[in-house]
Every structure is written in C-alpha cells, then in structure tokens.
C-alpha cells in the first residue's frame, strides 16, 4: 500500500515534468500571450498613476508659488489624463483576468479529459489495485489546483516583475542614489517573504493533513456509529477524537499566529522604506534636486514596491505544490495498459476510439482453454495447466469456495487478464489474434452485485446496445420479467436509478442488469451468481431470467444456486487454483466427492430458506 | 435574532480574544490614517511651515529635530515606530482571532462527534453519512472562518472608514464629500455582484459534484464498462460533464473579469476626481499641497477594504444557514438522557414477560406478547423468517430499541431501570453486519480494553476461527484493515467482530445472525470452541441454519412477531409445525437423496 501514500510537495525543481505540461498549454498559447501583454501592461499603468501625481502636484506648487490662477487648460488635460487611464487600466484587467481564467478553465478540462481518456484504456488489473480514491484525487482535485496555480501564477509573476522593473527603472532615472537608499529594504523583504511563504507552506499542509483526518474520525464515528453503541466505545473513540481535534487546533493557532506575524512584519519593513524616502527625499528636495511631486512619487512606489515581492513568494512557493500535483496527474496519465492488442491486431481490427468494425468476424462462440496457466504479479499461481473445451452454447458451472479462483476463469474469459502461458482459442483462433473490443462486443457479463450508472431505468438498460429503440429495450425487459415492476415505478422506464443504482433493490437492480445484457444479445455469456437471499418473488424472476439468458449462448457461470448448477451442462469444481472435479451433475454426485458435499450442505441451506429462513 | 443568541452561545467562553482583537484593530486602524499625515506634515509644516493634522505628542517629537533636515529624520522614526506598535496590534488582533476561532471549532467539532456518537440507534439506521459528515466539516470551517476573520473585518472596515472619514473632514468638508462620493455605490455593487455570483457557485459546484459522481461510477464499474466495450461511450459521457463544469468556471471567471474591470474602473475614476478637485482647492489656497497628498492617499486606502465589506457581508448568509445545520443536528435527542439507572451485577438469566416493541412509525407492532426465560449459561437458539422479529428481540435486550408494553428482567431486574451503557458491557452482541475500525487487526480485537495481553488476543482469534486467515497476511496482526489497508470478506470481518467481543468476559452473548457469511463448517468449529470455553455464559443465537439451532438447549420459533413454537430439539421434532419440516428436509437428503434432489431442485 506503500505506494499509494501521498506526497504533496516536491522539494527538487522537475524539469521533465513541466516539459511534459507544456503539451497540454500548446494550445492555450494565444490566451497565455494576451493575458502576459495585458498584465504587463496593466503594469505599466500602476506605474504611471504615480507619475501623473506628480505631474499634477508639481503643476500646482508651481502655480501656487506663482501665485498665478488655476490654468483650465491644465485641468482638461489632467482630467482627461486621467479618465484615460482608467478606461485602459479596466480594459486590462478585464483582459488578464479573461485571459488567465480561460487558461486555468482550459488546462483543467483538458488534463481530465485527458485523464479520462487514459483512465479507459486501461487494463482492469490497474483498477484491481488502485484505490478509486487515489485515482479521484488525481483527476479532480489535482487537476484543479495545478491550473489554478499555474495559470494565474503565471499572470501574477509577470505583473510583479514588470511593476519592479518598471518602477526601479522610472526611480533610477530621476534620481539614482534616492533611489537606491529608497529600495534598500526590498533585500529584507525578500528575504522575511520566501522564508515565511516556506513555513507557513509547511504549517498549512500539517494542518491539512489533520484536517483530513479530521474528516475521517467523523466518517468512522458515523459509519461505526451503531457497532460503537453495542461495545459501548463512545468514550474510548470521543478521547481519540479529543486528540486528533486537539492537535488540529494547536497546529492552526500556530499557523495563524506565524502567518498573522508576516504581514505585520513586511508591512514594517516597507515602512521603514518609506521612512528613508521622506527623509531622504527631503533632503534631496531641500537641496533643490528634486521637486515635492518627485518625493511624493518616491514615497508612492516605497509603498508600492512590496506587493510584487509578496506576489512572487507566494507563486514560487505554490509552483513547489503545483509541481507535486503535475508530478501525479502526469504519473497518471503515463500509466501503460497492461492488456494491448499487438500493431498488426490494431491495423486489422481498429482500437478501442477507432474500431474497423467492417473487418471483424461474427462470432460462432466456441471456447478452447489450451493448457492455460495464470498466476498474479506476486507469484501466486492461481490456474495451472487448466485444459477445457467448451462447444458454442454450452453451459458451464464454476463451483467452490471463495478465492478458489472462479473469478480468475471468468477474467481471463474477458481478457480482464491474459493466461501467462498456453492459449485460449475462441472460435479456434487465439484471442490475442483480434482486438479487445471484438471480444467485448460479443460478450456479455453479469455482476453479483450489479452496477448501475446514475440516470434512468431506460439508459441503464440501452447501455447494452446503444443504438436500441424504446421498444427493445422494453422487450428486453419483458424478456427479464422486469417490465412489470418498471412501469410501476415512480417515473416508469424514466425513473431515476440513483447513484450506483442506490434508489432499487438489490433484486431489482439484478434484472435491469440482466435486461441490459440481453439486450446487447452476446455470443458468450459471463455470470457472477449473488449470493445474498432476496426476497422469494424476486429470486424466482431472477432464476426465470437466468435460463432465458443462457439460451442459445456460451456460458460461465460462478454459481451459486443448485438449479443453475444442475441444468448446466459441465461442472467445474475448483479448489485453491485447481480443478479438482469436473463433469456432469449426476457424475459428480455418484463420485461422492467435494462436490457432494458442497451439493448437500446447499440443498440443505436452501430448503430451509425456502420455508422463510 | 435566534441566529444572534445561536452564535453567542457558541463564542461566550472565548469572548475575551475577540474583545482583544477588537481593542487591537481600533488601535490599527485608526493608526493607519496617520500615515498620509506624515506625508502632509513633511510637505506642508516641514517645508512649507504650514499647520499639521498629527496629533500633538507626535509633533512634539518631530520637533526634537532643530533643523528641517532633523525634523525630517524624526518623523521617520516617528513613522517607523508608529507602525512597529501597528505591527504588534496587528500580530496581537491575529493571535487572538485563531484563538478565538480555533478554540470555538474545537468545540464544536468535539460537541459534534460526541453528541453524534449519543444519538439513538434508530437515527443511525436512518442517518446519511454525507449530509452529517458534511455538517461536522465544511459548515463547521464556514462558521469558523467567520467568527476567526469574517467578523473581525467587518469591524476593520467599518472602524477604517470612520476614521478616515474624521481625519478628512478635519482638512476640508467639501473635499471629504467628493473623495467618499462612490462608497456607497462600490458598496452596493460589490454587495450585489456576489450575491448574483453566488447561484453561479452553487451551479458550479453542482456541476464539479456531477462530473465527480459519474467519474466514481466509472471507476467503480469499469468491469462493465469493459464488458460491454462502452469505452468512448463513457468517455464522451465524461467529457460532456467536464465541459459543463467548465463553462460553469467560465462564467464565474466572465463575471470576475467584468466586476473586477469595472469596479477598479470606478475606483479609478473616484481617485482621479479627488485629484482633480483636490488641484483645484490647492490652487484656490483652500487646502495645500500636502492636503492633496493626503487625500489621494486616504482615498485609495478605503477603497478597496469597503469592496471587501460587500463580499464578506454575502458570506454571512453563508455562515447562518451553516450554524443553523450544525444546531439542527445537536438538537437531535440523545439516548443517554434518563438519570439514576441502576448498575446491577449481571450474572446471565433473561425472562421476557408478556413484552411487546412496536416502532414510532409502524402501524402494527414487530413483536407480540412475547414470553420465555433464559437460565444462567442457557444456550438458546432463535429461528424465524426475514421480518419475523428475531433481531428486534437481540435489539431491545441491549436497550438499543425499548419495549413497550410488558417488560423484560435480567436477574430479576426491570431492563429499563438499568442503565444503557451498563446493560451494553455486559451483554456482548455481535451484528450481523459489525462495523471494524480503520486500524490494525490486533487493535480492532482488542478495542475493548487497551490492556489486552497477546495470549488473550490470540485466543479470541483462534476461538472465532480467524487466527489463521490473520496469519496469512503478509503483516499478521499489524495488517491496517479499511481503506488504507486490506479489504476483509464478509465472513472475515464477523470473525474478527466475534473475537473482539470474546476477548472480553462478559456473562450474555448475542450472535444476531452474525455467522451468517461464514461456511456451516466454521460456523460448527466456533460454536465447539465456545462451548469449550465456558459453560457460564448465556448465548443467544439468532440464526437460519438449522444445523445452528438444533444444538441448543432450547429452540424459540418465530413468526410474524409471536412465539410460534418453543422447546428443545427433541420437544420440537415430535411438534408438527415449521421446525418439524425443516428437519424432515434435513434428515431426508441423507437417506435418500437420489430420488429427492430430482423432485425438489428440479424446474
């Protein structure tokens, strides 16, 4: 599990990584110009507000010591000076912010569709170890925070550096040595800003650590919340939430307390270079090198000289974040598909985004395991040397424990995982000899716990063929025994199912699952038998749809209803990876074997369940 | 005015930090408008010998300085020392405002958790975990966020605003009005901008939620996904929600770009306007130079802070509807709310007498008129169809439900007089879908007691036919069960629950259906273990396996609610009701099972 723990900072410079995010800027390049020139821009007028004070102050001490009247022709000019300014200045700023909120909205949507894109055409082994929730982090809040980052860091950079740019070179060409004992503080600043942006960088990210676990205290305290009452650990899980909380709250005061030391702190020093402004620029005015509109310039730029080196530490201390949150994205979006169809495969048949459906064979539905063997990445074997041939139509019962491997036969069936060694043949040709899609298009496969998406009955059922008109799907349906209850929903076929299916029952949800797959009507059919009870109405539809659906078709099934397993027409028995017996039903029961037993202990079990237990 | 009374219950006990904070802001604020002085006083009284707005004790200290170079280098130290005390105001006001809030959601998050923890068994069969978790997170971070910064900036700016308004009136009235004429207006647009914006958020994070919800349904269902070849249909489904949340973003960003444009539009124009009349004074001779300096300087250092007020002042109908979330929930009844309850010892003998349970909101009630003892280290076995009450029962035996009409005795006492939590650690009952902590296996055995010694934890595993399972994980006892750590089958997680109940010696056992995922051969090798164990304890076993129920001391049948039928093993057979038929079933297939599986399984 090692590798799926977070790392939310990287401390090192990777270059490689925002190499690799280029890519996805190419095509914003246009917005990432025209925000830069806005902004600059935008900054160049901050930094001419100040001079056409100065202009005006300097116009009127001018009149003032003349003693002469107010000049209108003066006035017009600083009015319209002014008023200019201002409609460009406006014009800028909705520029950049137009222009940087569509890279940040731009970025993101193409990082995920990107993610999305790869997250499909990987290998079902990837989603068998990786947590959803790693990967949901990835692509949503990953995705967000580099664009953001990215996007208005970039715009905030180049203000503040054309803002310092432009004011020392404005301050150096009046006056060089003022300027120079004006900005004396900025080293100062520098140094009180990246040091305190990395402290509270770190303090922040501590507290956002508890704070998760935080949220997970209270999702166990919830979820846990009736099995608590029964052992009676409130108090037990109270103290531990006392501490977790408790820790929370000295880590944010602190954090809060540096943080409201910073502020504060540059605030200060930036006075202090004020302060050597107006006693320097005094000095210079008293001099007579200088006139009241220039030291009132100096003392404005003082004052505005700060904002850009607190904009800039903060930037760079959130890159380091963004580089961590790309260095994910990008580990996400580079994953290879364990299970790829070989060039000539894809040239034949087409990809997954391009199928040449014109060039794929029907499907006779015939299936050879020849000597397949399969073990996991770890060393465990879970099949060895497994030989089966399974005649188009035929039905096949996977029985034994859990974890026997029954699951690992109907897998590699699917081509979830492929035999590490020998073949299997469908139709007498390797299935490695034609595409994924092909054989996905032919199958169709039935969870024990069924999955539904979010949307209505209809939808649900038309995701087995998806160009079905209203009326098969309701044939489908009536087919499964599932249009009765359908119509007598809330909303008929349009009724909304819920998240994952939420708002039917289990029952329910199994027949919509089974009304899908035979609407897809595949050549093989794959199914994982539930085994929690539903009620005895349901379990009799459901058992009726079963048999429809194994009409005609090539089927696996990991069984666990007797009647399935005794109208198939093979029984495979597993036993941790092995096949221990296979045959008929009257055969496995006349050797008196495994077999046997699982049969009776069964039998038992239902008919006891069928009186209501 | 509730919302008022609401929020002050919450703050009273850390009043002090906020008044603090308020003391410092006073101080930081009205320091603030002497720094456009200092600029006057060096233009006008430095050089020009003109009057100065400071007050007193600082131009005395200017003063010090003989020459006007001098008087130019006290003032500077003067500013600097201002702002040094500024600066510990501002540091103190800080300190106190993460006191104040941190402290208040400190509370309110351990408030939370306990009250949540305290609330009935029935609330947590029909809690959604989202909404509550929601509730104890995010609205408890809004609510802080308002009381740690939101509220104090409301007084900021309201104390700045004043302030600077006194400072300009005492330089030029006329002037004063023409500098604040946009305050209102900014105000108001700003108030009105993120009231509108808000339903744009709202949108937006519905949109977010969407495109998350449908990606979480891809990922969890990708085998169908891949099953049914449905790649570039999801994928274009995703893209779809993808699009809509960004154009969502984009609006906000359109609605960004334009406030933000034509507000510093406006600011623009109101600093131009003070300048402009501000010359216009200056050359009349109704105010100097310094005077005009001031006043631009004083204008664009409220401008921006009363923006903020419209913003902040949205965010307060934020904060309500959270507090009013948060009250919701503590305002849920607790459980634990009867004093004086007895704690008696237990020993082991249960007599229902005559006990009825009807739910709230059921018309007719689960369980009737229900009557039997249980002797001390009785084993007693209850069968019954899926509703028929059996669990009930278990529940009303741990206080979870309370009976009632009749009553119930536990060693001669009433139940309902003996307190819940005691009731609870001495009456050990295992669900049948038991919840196991986030840590590792040998903490969830031992949960019960921290003192648990090694020995007496792997007992309890061997007992419960889990040991083994645990020893075959790559970190044994160490393995972290949940998210982090390794998912448990069914039948792994109820062993695990029924070795953390048998670490502890308790004298009633309850095992409500929670073998139920374990093969009948384990479920036959735990039950020997126990019986091993101890001929003390009085267990209960609800359960729908025959092989279970036969060998108890006795057998209590239940349909619809009532006791169908009642006795041992041996009494039941010779009865001629469900018991009798489910045996016949039993006995039958062993005999012969040739002819029958034919007639029975056969469609």
Same mark, same amino acid.
């Given at each position: 599990?090692?590798?799926?723990?977070?790392?939310?900072?990287?401390?090192?410079?990777?270059?490689?990584?925002?190499?690799?995010?280029?890519?996805?800027?190419?095509?914003?390049?246009?917005?990432?110009?025209?925000?830069?020139?806005?902004?600059?821009?935008?900054?160049?007028?901050?930094?001419?507000?100040?001079?056409?004070?100065?202009?005006?102050?300097?116009?009127?001490?001018?009149?003032?010591?003349?003693?002469?009247?107010?000049?209108?022709?003066?006035?017009?000019?600083?009015?319209?000076?002014?008023?200019?300014?201002?409609?460009?200045?406006?014009?800028?700023?909705?520029?950049?912010?137009?222009?940087?909120?569509?890279?940040?909205?731009?970025?993101? %949507?193409?990082?995920?569709?990107?993610?999305?894109?790869?997250?499909?055409?990987?290998?079902?082994?990837?989603?068998?170890?990786?947590?959803?929730?790693?990967?949901?982090?990835?692509?949503?809040?990953?995705?967000?925070?580099?664009?953001?980052?990215?996007?208005?860091?970039?715009?905030?950079?180049?203000?503040?550096?054309?803002?310092?740019?432009?004011?020392?070179?404005?301050?150096?060409?009046?006056?060089?040595?003022?300027?120079?004992?004006?900005?004396?503080?900025?080293?100062?600043?520098?140094?009180?800003?990246?040091?305190?942006?990395?402290?509270?960088?770190?303090?922040?990210?501590?507290?956002?650590?508890?704070?998760?676990?935080?949220?997970?205290?209270?999702? $166990?305290?919830?979820?846990?919340?009736?099995?608590?009452?029964?052992?009676?650990?409130?108090?037990?899980?109270?103290?531990?939430?006392?501490?977790?909380?408790?820790?929370?709250?000295?880590?944010?005061?602190?954090?809060?307390?540096?943080?409201?030391?910073?502020?504060?702190?540059?605030?200060?020093?930036?006075?202090?270079?004020?302060?050597?402004?107006?006693?320097?620029?005094?000095?210079?005015?008293?001099?007579?090198?200088?006139?009241?509109?220039?030291?009132?310039?100096?003392?404005?730029?003082?004052?505005?000289?700060?904002?850009?080196?607190?904009?800039?530490?903060?930037?760079?201390?959130?890159?380091?974040?963004?580089?961590?949150?790309?260095?994910?994205?990008?580990?996400?979006?580079?994953?290879?598909?364990?299970?790829?169809?070989?060039? $000539?495969?894809?040239?034949? +048949?087409?990809?997954?985004?391009?199928?040449?459906?014109?060039?794929?064979?029907?499907?006779?539905?015939?299936?050879?395991?020849?000597?397949?063997?399969?073990?996991?990445?770890?060393?465990?074997?879970?099949?060895?040397?497994?030989?089966?041939?399974?005649?188009?139509?035929?039905?096949?019962?996977?029985?034994?424990?859990?974890?026997?491997?029954?699951?690992?036969?109907?897998?590699?069936?699917?081509?979830?995982?492929?035999?590490?060694?020998?073949?299997?043949?469908?139709?007498?040709?390797?299935?490695?000899?034609?595409?994924?899609?092909?054989?996905?298009?032919?199958?169709?496969?039935?969870?024990?716990?069924?999955?539904?998406?979010?949307?209505?009955?209809?939808?649900?059922?038309? +995701?087995?063929?998806?160009?079905?008109?209203?009326?098969?799907?309701?044939?489908?349906?009536?087919?499964?025994?599932?249009? $009765?209850?359908?119509?007598?929903?809330?909303?008929? %076929?349009?009724?909304?199912?819920?998240?994952?299916?939420?708002?039917?029952?289990?029952?329910?949800?199994?027949?919509?699952?089974?009304?899908?797959?035979?609407?897809?009507?595949?050549?093989?059919?794959?199914?994982?038998?539930?085994?929690?009870?539903?009620?005895?109405?349901?379990?009799?539809?459901?058992?009726?749809?079963?048999?429809?659906?194994?009409?005609?078709?090539?089927?696996?099934?990991?069984?666990?209803?007797?009647?399935?397993?005794?109208?198939?027409?093979?029984?495979?028995?597993?036993?941790?990876?092995?096949?221990?017996?296979?045959?008929?039903?009257?055969?496995?029961?006349? $050797?008196?074997? %495994? +077999?046997?037993?699982?049969?009776?202990?069964?039998?038992?079990?239902?008919?006891?369940?069928?009186?209501?237990? | 005015?509730?919302?008022?009374?609401?929020?002050?219950?919450?703050?009273?006990?850390?009043?002090?930090?906020?008044?603090?904070?308020? =003391?410092?802001?006073?101080?930081?604020?009205?320091?603030?408008?002497?720094?456009?002085?200092?600029?006057?006083?060096?233009?006008?009284?430095?050089?020009?010998?003109?009057?100065?707005?400071?007050?007193?004790?600082?131009?005395?200290?200017?003063?010090?300085?003989?020459?006007?170079?001098?008087?130019?280098?006290?003032?500077?130290?003067?500013?600097?020392?201002?702002?040094?005390?500024?600066?510990?105001?501002?540091?103190?006001?800080?300190?106190?405002?993460?006191?104040?809030?941190?402290?208040?959601?400190?509370?309110?998050? /351990?408030?939370?958790?306990?009250?949540?923890?305290?609330?009935?068994?029935? *609330?947590?069969?029909?809690?959604?975990?989202?909404?509550?978790?929601?509730?104890?997170?995010?609205? /408890? #971070?809004?609510?802080?966020?308002?009381?740690?910064?939101?509220?104090?900036?409301?007084?900021?700016?309201?104390?700045?605003?004043?302030?600077?308004?006194?400072?300009? =009136?005492?330089?030029?009235?006329?002037?004063?009005?023409?500098?604040?004429?946009?305050?209102?207006?900014?105000?108001?647009?700003?108030?009105?901008?993120?009231?509108?914006?808000?339903?744009?958020?709202?949108?937006?994070?519905?949109?977010?939620?969407?495109?998350?919800?449908?990606?979480?349904?891809?990922?969890?269902?990708?085998?169908?996904?891949?099953?049914?070849?449905?790649?570039?249909?999801?994928?274009?489904?995703?893209?779809?929600?993808?699009?809509?949340?960004?154009?969502? /973003?984009?609006?906000?960003?359109?609605?960004?770009?334009?406030?933000?444009?034509?507000?510093?539009?406006?600011?623009?124009?109101?600093?131009?306007?003070?300048?402009?009349?501000? !010359?216009?004074?200056?050359?009349?001779?109704?105010?100097?130079?310094?005077?005009?300096?001031?006043?631009?300087?004083?204008?664009?250092?409220?401008?921006?802070?009363?923006?903020?007020?419209?913003?902040?002042? /949205?965010?307060?109908?934020?904060?309500?509807?959270? =507090?009013?979330?948060?009250?919701?929930?503590?305002?849920?009844?607790?459980?634990?709310?009867?004093?004086?309850?007895?704690?008696?010892?237990?020993?082991?003998?249960?007599?229902?007498?005559?006990?009825?349970?009807?739910?709230?909101?059921?018309?007719?009630?689960?369980?009737?008129?229900?009557?039997?003892?249980?002797?001390?280290?009785?084993?007693? !076995?209850?069968?019954?169809?899926?509703?028929?009450?059996?669990?009930?029962?278990?529940?009303?035996?741990?206080?979870?439900?309370?009976?009632?009409?009749?009553?119930?005795?536990?060693?001669?006492?009433?139940?309902?007089?003996?307190?819940?939590?005691?009731?609870?650690?001495?009456?050990?009952?295992?669900?049948?879908?038991?919840?196991?902590?986030?840590?590792?296996?040998?903490?969830?055995?031992?949960?019960?007691? #921290?003192?648990?010694?090694?020995?007496?934890?792997?007992?309890?595993?061997?007992?419960?036919?889990?040991?083994?399972?645990?020893?075959?994980?790559?970190?044994?006892?160490?393995?972290?069960?949940?998210?982090?750590?390794?998912?448990?089958?069914?039948?792994?997680?109820?062993?695990? &629950?029924?070795?953390?109940?048998?670490?502890?010696?308790?004298?009633?056992?309850?095992?409500?259906?929670?073998?139920?995922?374990?093969?009948?051969?384990?479920? =036959?090798?735990?039950?020997?273990?126990?019986?091993?164990?101890?001929?003390?304890?009085?267990?209960?076993?609800?359960?729908?396996?025959?092989?279970? &129920?036969?060998?108890? #001391?006795?057998?209590?049948?239940?349909?619809?609610?009532?006791?169908?039928?009642?006795?041992?093993?041996?009494?039941?057979?010779?009865?001629?009701?469900? *018991?009798?038929?489910?045996?016949?079933?039993?006995?039958?297939?062993?005999? #012969?099972?040739?002819?029958?599986?034919?007639?029975?399984?056969?469609?």
């Amino acid at each position: 599990m090692q590798e799926f723990q977070e790392h939310d900072y990287s401390e090192k410079l990777n270059i490689n990584i925002w190499k690799k995010l280029v890519i996805y800027m190419l095509s914003l390049k246009k917005q990432v110009i025209i925000g830069i020139v806005a902004v600059i821009l935008l900054a160049v007028g901050d930094i001419t507000f100040p001079l056409l004070n100065r202009w005006v102050i300097d116009e009127i001490t001018k009149s003032v010591d003349a003693g002469t009247k107010l000049d209108l022709n003066y006035l017009k000019l600083f009015v319209a000076a002014f008023v200019t300014l201002s409609v460009f200045q406006g014009m800028f700023i909705y520029t950049f912010i137009k222009a940087a909120g569509t890279i940040e909205v731009e970025l993101s %949507y193409a990082l995920r569709k990107a993610a999305f894109e790869k997250l499909q055409s990987l290998s079902f082994s990837y989603f068998n170890k990786t947590p959803i929730g790693w990967i949901m982090a990835r692509v949503t809040s990953d995705a967000k925070r580099l664009s953001e980052i990215i996007s208005w860091g970039l715009i905030d950079m180049s203000w503040g550096i054309m803002i310092m740019i432009g004011i020392v070179i404005v301050m150096f060409s009046i006056n060089a040595k003022l300027a120079l004992i004006t900005l004396a503080v900025v080293p100062i600043l520098v140094v009180i800003s990246f040091v305190f942006r990395k402290l509270l960088l770190k303090l922040y990210r501590d507290v956002r650590k508890i704070n998760s676990k935080i949220t997970g205290s209270f999702n $166990e305290g919830i979820t846990g919340a009736k099995t608590s009452k029964t052992l009676v650990l409130e108090d037990k899980n109270l103290r531990e939430f006392d501490r977790i909380t408790n820790s929370m709250r000295t880590k944010s005061i602190r954090a809060a307390m540096i943080s409201s030391l910073f502020f504060p702190l540059v605030l200060m020093f930036n006075f202090v270079g004020t302060a050597l402004a107006i006693y320097y620029g005094g000095l210079t005015y008293l001099q007579g090198a200088i006139s009241i509109g220039t030291l009132s310039l100096f003392i404005s730029y003082s004052t505005q000289f700060f904002d850009p080196i607190l904009q800039l530490a903060r930037v760079l201390s959130e890159l380091q974040q963004a580089q961590a949150s790309a260095e994910r994205i990008i580990s996400l979006l580079e994953v290879e598909p364990e299970i790829v169809d070989r060039e $000539e495969v894809i040239a034949k +048949y087409g990809d997954y985004l391009n199928p040449k459906r014109a060039n794929w064979e029907t499907i006779n539905g015939d299936i050879e395991f020849d000597h397949v063997s399969f073990q996991y990445k770890n060393g465990e074997r879970v099949l060895e040397d497994f030989n089966l041939k399974v005649k188009a139509g035929e039905t096949i019962a996977l029985v034994g424990e859990t974890g026997a491997g029954k699951s690992t036969i109907v897998n590699l069936i699917c081509r979830f995982f492929e035999p590490t060694a020998g073949k299997i043949l469908i139709d007498g040709i390797d299935y490695k000899d034609r595409t994924v899609g092909w054989l996905h298009s032919n199958l169709g496969y039935v969870l024990q716990s069924p999955h539904l998406f979010s949307g209505t009955i209809m939808e649900n059922i038309r +995701y087995g063929r998806l160009d079905a008109t209203d009326e098969e799907v309701m044939e489908a349906a009536k087919l499964v025994d599932a249009h $009765e209850f359908i119509i007598n929903a809330e909303n008929g %076929y349009q009724t909304e199912v819920g998240e994952g299916g939420g708002r039917l029952s289990t029952g329910q949800k199994q027949l919509i699952s089974f009304a899908r797959a035979i609407l897809a009507n595949p050549a093989i059919f794959l199914l994982d038998e539930a085994t929690s009870s539903i009620d005895t109405e349901t379990e009799r539809k459901v058992q009726t749809a079963i048999h429809k659906l194994l009409e005609g078709r090539t089927s696996f099934i990991i069984a666990h209803r007797l009647s399935t397993i005794v109208n198939s027409d093979k029984i495979i028995v597993i036993k941790s990876g092995k096949i221990i017996e296979q045959g008929s039903h009257s055969q496995l029961i006349n $050797e008196k074997g %495994y +077999y046997y037993r699982l049969y009776t202990n069964q039998f038992i079990e239902e008919q006891t369940q069928k009186l209501g237990f | 005015m509730h919302y008022l009374k609401t929020i002050f219950k919450w703050i009273k006990k850390d009043i002090i930090y906020l008044i603090i904070s308020i =003391l410092a802001i006073i101080f930081v604020n009205y320091s603030r408008t002497f720094v456009p002085l200092f600029y006057k006083h060096a233009v006008d009284t430095i050089f020009e010998n003109k009057g100065s707005n400071l007050p007193g004790f600082i131009v005395d200290f200017i003063n010090i300085g003989d020459t006007q170079l001098n008087k130019l280098f006290f003032l500077g130290l003067a500013l600097i020392m201002i702002q040094l005390f500024r600066a510990l105001f501002m540091f103190i006001s800080g300190s106190c405002n993460a006191l104040f809030s941190e402290n208040i959601a400190y509370r309110m998050r /351990v408030k939370l958790y306990n009250h949540i923890q305290n609330l009935s068994y029935s *609330y947590h069969t029909h809690a959604e975990t989202g909404d509550l978790i929601q509730r104890s997170t995010s609205d /408890v #971070d809004t609510v802080r966020r308002f009381v740690g910064s939101q509220l104090t900036e409301v007084f900021s700016v309201i104390l700045l605003f004043t302030f600077v308004l006194l400072q300009m =009136l005492r330089i030029h009235t006329t002037m004063t009005l023409v500098s604040l004429i946009v305050v209102p207006f900014i105000f108001t647009f700003a108030f009105i901008f993120f009231k509108k914006i808000q339903n744009v958020f709202t949108e937006t994070d519905e949109s977010e939620g969407k495109m998350s919800t449908a990606l979480q349904e891809n990922l969890t269902g990708i085998r169908v996904v891949k099953a049914f070849a449905r790649e570039n249909y999801e994928i274009s489904k995703l893209n779809k929600l993808n699009r809509v949340y960004a154009d969502n /973003v984009q609006k906000i960003i359109n609605g960004m770009s334009t406030y933000w444009a034509s507000s510093d539009f406006i600011c623009f124009l109101q600093i131009a306007l003070t300048t402009i009349f501000g !010359a216009y004074f200056a050359i009349k001779g109704e105010i100097t130079t310094g005077d005009l300096i001031a006043f631009t300087s004083y204008v664009s250092t409220i401008l921006w802070p009363v923006r903020q007020l419209g913003r902040i002042i /949205v965010d307060f109908g934020k904060s309500s509807v959270s =507090l009013k979330r948060i009250e919701e929930v503590l305002n849920e009844k607790d459980e634990y709310q009867e004093k004086n309850l007895l704690t008696p010892e237990i020993k082991g003998e249960i007599t229902f007498d005559h006990t009825s349970f009807q739910f709230p909101d059921a018309s007719v009630p689960t369980l009737k008129n229900v009557s039997f003892t249980i002797n001390k280290g009785e084993t007693v !076995a209850i069968l019954g169809k899926t509703g028929s009450g059996k669990s009930t029962l278990a529940h009303l035996l741990v206080r979870l439900y309370d009976y009632t009409d009749g009553s119930i005795k536990i060693d001669g006492v009433e139940l309902k007089d003996i307190d819940k939590k005691w009731i609870r650690k001495n009456i050990g009952i295992i669900l049948q879908e038991p919840f196991l902590y986030s840590k590792t296996i040998y903490e969830n055995i031992g949960i019960l007691n #921290d003192d648990y010694i090694e020995e007496e934890i792997f007992k309890a595993a061997q007992i419960a036919a889990i040991h083994t399972d645990i020893t075959k994980f790559e970190e044994g006892y160490q393995t972290l069960i949940g998210e982090r750590g390794v998912t448990l089958s069914g039948g792994q997680r109820q062993r695990v &629950a029924i070795a953390r109940m048998l670490v502890k010696k308790i004298p009633i056992l309850i095992f409500d259906d929670s073998l139920s995922a374990v093969d009948t051969e384990t479920d =036959l090798a735990i039950r020997n273990a126990l019986r091993e164990r101890s001929n003390e304890l009085t267990k209960i076993i609800i359960t729908h396996r025959m092989s279970t &129920a036969m060998e108890a #001391d006795k057998i209590i049948v239940f349909d619809d609610g009532e006791i169908h039928e009642m006795g041992t093993h041996d009494e039941l057979i010779n009865n001629n009701k469900i *018991y009798k038929k489910i045996w016949e079933i039993q006995s039958s297939i062993e005999t #012969d099972f040739q002819e029958n599986f034919v007639s029975e399984v056969g469609e």
